[in-house]
Nanobody, 124 residues
Framework: QVQLVESGGGLVQAGGSLRLSCAAS????????VGWFRQAPGKERELVAAISWRGDSASYADSVKGRFTISRDNARNTVYLQMNSLKPEDTAVYYC?????????????????WGQGTQVTVSS
């Protein structure tokens, strides 16, 4: 397993941008697919974006396509989530998770390492 730490959350007005970072410990981070999930109060945890361990494929929830971009920098052991044109409905706690040699699954059960989460609040 790897240890994951998210950062970059905060309060932003609608239409603004944030970049979340997911920093990982360990030398084998490049072997992990990484997913960004979010959970709003009273709602289930949902996949926002995921990137395969090779970095050659990425997937997005329909609600964020065209606004969010996931990327990885294996030299820095970090995965980023660039969030543009934020909406109030994007408000949630955002978590990153890692899946060894994974394709970037939308299922939270496929991931065995999780960060502690970072709060994103978008005001209208």
């Amino acid at each position: 397993q790897v240890q994951l730490v998210e950062s970059g959350g905060g309060l932003v007005q609608a239409g603004g941008s944030l970049r979340l970072s997911c920093a990982a410990s360990g030398r084998t981070f490049s072997r992990y697919a990484v997913g960004w999930f979010r959970q709003a109060p009273g709602k289930e945890r949902e996949l926002v974006a995921a990137i395969s361990w090779r970095g050659d494929s990425a997937s997005y929830a329909d609600s964020v396509k065209g606004r969010f971009t996931i990327s990885r920098d294996n030299a820095r052991n970090t995965v980023y989530l660039q969030m543009n044109s934020l909406k109030p409905e994007d408000t949630a706690v955002y978590y990153c998770a890692a899946d060894l040699y994974g394709p970037g699954s939308p299922s939270p059960q496929k991931y065995d390492s999780w960060g502690q989460g970072t709060q994103v609040t978008v005001s209208s």
